[in-house]
């Protein structure tokens, strides 16, 4: 019997994948990357075309040990890691480690997890894309040079510690701009009337006044709104004109990964870390009572909303059986991509639209139902006719005021029926009611007019799901990076969310002032959007991976040298002066940054090196979580065992528990959350929220990050002198730089 050996990712998708092929067929997983760039250097030769040196993974000599053995073994190789440029490069790294007379290597893809995806991609194998592999090399070495050139600069102007990313810095850019808009913006006061009217027929109805003399009402306080109402309380109110038509309201095309993380934050409220992590499991395989674990979604890192022919065929049966042949449209529905989208994968979709959300649900946990549900419904309606509805717009005049109302009745519910726009979290869905009979030159009776006070607001800081919007916009990053980017500033404490919005902190506005000020190019957003194409255009082989490079590190290293030549004057600029006086010396104390945040030193330094914290007690921050006994929100308080949860309506409701950082515990089985807690001699550690059932604790924070060799979670922070800030993987034992982890596909 012939013998073949595929080569996945992850454990997960090699149980499953396993049970498809069968006999005859070994399935291994080479746990993510096995080799890349040195940690402690910088891994890339500048001089000699930007060539990499590449090494061996610590501790994935046994992985590689365990395949090579596999591999002898085997009549043919099927490298099969994700079907994107990251997956690629792992095929080329493994496919180089396997020590294997190259034709037996064959590289498969697919885009689902089940038996027939599995058995059609092994007939059809292909060799490694070299272009694929050069975008992400040349993606990954841009990276590292940022990376490990702009951090260094960020340690001697600030503190040792920081980290700057080629992309995560445009994102923390994005949010501290908004946050100077906002600051900025000067409220201004506006009036709005509304009319009460009645005709012959049918209830009242409300319009609102839009122009004056044939010009855009503008009110612009009490006393002209008052003199306006004055003025038309006495006049006629005559039907202007009516215009009804009927309206098409066409559905949504199947998610993208984007759409998906902005859809689930807006109707599950979750975020997009969470969004991935549970996406991930239902493309990797769940077990629904079947002989073996099938794959629920296709793959979940898409920007096409492309539908394979057979996916159409099978929707559109199952629409014409269900609803009826009203609901069909003539015609399959296509969607056309955005620009720059890279179409390497259809729609994110279910694998069957005849497994039921409602069938599955006590086979998935709650976040994975919900999440599960929401795709099916939207890939259902994207093929389903479109909704219709009568639309009536009236204007109705008064002595050169026109007034205006509009009415919506649904004729005909089309998609509708299955699937529903969500609103943003916190806003109505506005649903506009009928109009009465109208006819123009009918003469109204006024009810009242009344006239509101409104005041301008700004700007709205980003909620992950807008700014993942911005970022696909923008062209900043690409699928598998929207995620990673938002977990990595926040990780690195530059930015912190309110009442589900995101707000840079202190550090990360200073640490943005300071890369915009001295790289406003580098991590511009056009700039940014014009290297993600750059690199799109290496994956299609239109350009050289080495020119790509050769463009960006020339200008960027003349920048770093301007910079680097600046840092004592910037280090400087950054002290703020205080009337604070040095109780050592008599000298004035300023702030300075440090890696515990900003505190008082002395302005003599080094002469003098008295230091103190900054006076005042920290302000109360709100966060997301919810009071369970009372339904206020829960804000951050200090006590004698460290930080927890109180409720903010504090004395009328006592209710704390401890916080949460985010990270659920990575304990087997265990479904508790990771919390803050203090030893009894006040020393931090972070343990498990299950305790006692679960002993889990950890001296250094996890952070919610998957390491970039095996994929497990959590990482944990470290730090010393001589690296500054790292992870080191609870798994693997692997240690990595926070640029490490950064790099997309």
């Known amino acids: 019997m012939a013998n073949y050996l595929v080569i996945v990712e992850s454990p997960a998708k090699a149980r499953t994948i396993k049970k498809f092929l069968g006999q005859g067929y070994e399935v291994k997983a080479c746990m993510g990357h096995i080799k890349d760039l040195p940690q402690k250097d910088l891994g890339v030769d500048v001089d000699d075309e930007f060539r990499p040196h590449y090494t061996v993974i610590k501790g994935k000599g046994k992985v590689i040990k365990e395949l090579r053995t596999s591999a002898r073994k085997a009549d043919a190789i099927y490298l099969a890691p994700d079907p994107d440029r990251e997956g690629e490069a792992i095929a080329w790294h493994v496919a180089q480690e396997l020590a294997v007379d190259v034709k037996k290597i064959h590289r498969i893809l697919f885009n689902e997890i089940t038996k027939k995806a599995i058995c059609t991609a092994v007939q059809e194998p292909r060799s490694i894309n070299m272009d694929l592999v050069n975008a992400q090399q040349a993606r990954r070495i841009m990276d590292r040079l940022v990376g490990y050139k702009v951090s260094p600069f960020l340690w001697r102007t600030m503190y040792r510690g920081l980290s700057a990313g080629r992309v995560q810095s445009v994102a923390l850019r994005l949010i501290s701009e908004r946050e100077e808009l906002i600051e900025k913006f000067v409220t201004q006061e506006y009036w709005s009337i509304a009319a009460n009217l009645q005709g012959k027929e049918g209830e009242a109805f409300v319009a609102l006044l839009a122009t004056i003399d044939g010009k855009k009402a503008v009110v612009s306080d009490q006393k002209q709104a008052g003199h306006i109402v004055e003025m038309l309380k006495s006049k006629p109110f005559t039907v202007a004109g009516v215009d009804r038509k009927q309206q098409r309201r066409n559905p949504l095309p199947p998610f993208i990964t984007s759409s998906l993380q902005q859809d689930a934050a807006r109707a599950l409220r979750f975020n997009v870390h969470r969004t991935m992590r549970v996406a991930q499991q239902l493309y990797e395989g769940m077990d629904i009572g079947q002989k073996s674990p099938m794959g629920l979604i296709t793959y979940m890192r898409t920007d096409a909303p492309r539908v394979a022919q057979e996916a159409l065929g099978e929707v559109r049966r199952f629409i014409e059986t269900r609803f009826g042949e009203k609901y069909l449209p003539s015609q399959p529905r296509s969607y056309k991509s955005k620009r720059g989208a890279q179409e390497a994968h259809e729609a994110i979709r279910p694998t069957s639209v005849s497994r039921l959300p409602k069938d599955l649900k006590s086979y998935l946990d709650k976040d994975q139902y919900r999440l599960y549900e929401l795709i099916w419904k939207r890939f259902v309606a994207s093929q389903m006719t479109s909704a219709l509805f009568d639309v009536t717009k009236v204007q109705v005049k008064t002595d050169g005021h026109v007034f205006r109302a509009s009415g919506s009745v649904p004729l005909f519910d089309g998609y509708l029926l299955v699937y529903r726009e969500s609103q943003p979290v916190g806003e109505e869905a506005k649903e506009e009611g009928s109009l009465p009979p109208l006819e123009e030159g009918q003469l109204l009776q006024l009810l009242s007019l009344t006239p509101r006070q409104h005041f301008t607001k700004p700007p709205p800081r980003y909620t992950e799901a807008t700014l993942v919007r911005a970022l696909e916009t923008e062209g ?36 943005n002032k300071l890369l915009v000020e001295n790289f406003p190019d580098i991590f511009g957003v056009k700039f940014t959007a014009k290297m993600e194409e750059e690199l799109d255009r290496v994956g299609t082989g239109e350009y050289r991976w080495v020119e790509v490079l050769d463009d960006f590190y020339g200008p960027f290293s003349k920048v770093l040298e301007e910079a680097n030549k600046r840092k004592a004057d910037l280090k400087s600029a950054l002290q703020q002066p205080t009337d604070e006086v040095c109780e050592k010396c008599g000298g004035k104390m300023v702030v300075k940054w440090g890696r515990n945040g900003q505190f008082l030193a002395c302005s003599s330094f080094p002469n003098c090196r008295n230091t103190k914290p900054l006076p005042g007690e920290e302000a109360q921050e709100v966060t997301d979580e919810i009071c369970e006994k009372c339904s206020s929100p829960m804000v951050i308080k200090t006590g004698r065992f460290g930080r927890f949860l109180a409720c903010s309506k504090y004395p009328i409701c006592r209710n ?40 889990f604790a950890s001296w250094d924070k996890p952070v919610d990050l998957p390491c970039p060799f095996c994929g497990a979670k959590p990482l944990v922070e470290k730090q010393s002198k001589a690296r500054g800030n790292f992870y080191r993987c609870l798994a693997c034992k692997q240690e990595v730089s926070p640029e490490e982890v950064e790099g997309g596909s």
């Open 476 to 511: 900043i990053g690409r699928p598998s990076t929207y995620a990673q980017i938002i977990t990595t500033i926040k990780t690195r404490n530059y930015i912190r969310t309110e009442q589900r919005r995101l707000k840079p902190t202190s550090l990360g506005r200073t640490v």
């Open 656 to 695: 704390t528990r401890p916080l949460s950082i985010g990270v659920s515990c990575p304990r087997e089985g265990c479904p508790g959350n990771l919390v803050e807690r203090k030893t009894k001699s006040g020393r931090l550690f972070f343990g498990c929220s299950e305790y006692p059932k679960c002993n």
